[in-house]
């Protein structure tokens, strides 16, 4: 089973050549030629690869819904060569990772407490994720 955000994309690779990708559910997945499945839904779907003389790979996958993303505070205006400004967040539920993330990388991963959650000095901005787990 693979798991795929709701509007992100993995690529699955083909170890048979000659074949055709198809998907059980298009609007809850959908796959290229190229093997790469897209969500469009949040649910399940059977992502197929068949070669032309019949051979089958099957492989399912779930489309899950974004994470919440969480207001923070702190931040600021900060010169070049400074250390940069604290980020928090004022509240935070246990169970859950809270992930700093700045569009293309996590920047830093702190565990909910029940309590506010400090960052500490940063200095690139970004989006506060909860992520499901410790």
């Known amino acids: 089973m693979s798991n795929v955000c709701l509007a992100a994309t993995t690529t699955f690779s083909d170890t048979l050549s000659g074949g055709v990708w198809s998907t059980s559910s298009g609007g809850i997945a959908t796959v290229s030629s190229a093997g790469a499945v897209s969500g469009r839904a949040v649910g399940s779907a059977t992502i197929t690869y068949t070669t032309t003389g019949?051979?089958?790979?099957?492989?399912p996958v779930t489309i899950l819904p974004l994470p919440d993303v969480y207001s923070v505070y702190g931040g600021g205006s900060f010169c070049?060569?400074?250390?940069?400004?604290?980020?928090?967040?004022n509240w935070s539920a246990t169970?859950?990772?809270?992930?700093?993330?700045?569009?293309?990388?996590?920047?830093?991963?702190?565990k909910g407490t029940g309590d506010s959650l400090d960052y500490g000095l940063q200095t690139l901005g970004g989006d506060l994720y909860r992520s499901f787990g410790q």
């Open 95 to 110: 169970g859950f990772k809270y992930l700093l993330y700045d569009g293309s990388v996590i920047m830093d991963s702190l």
């Open 54 to 59: 019949g051979c089958m790979a099957v492989k």
């Open 80 to 89: 070049a060569g400074d250390t940069g400004v604290h980020v928090k967040l």
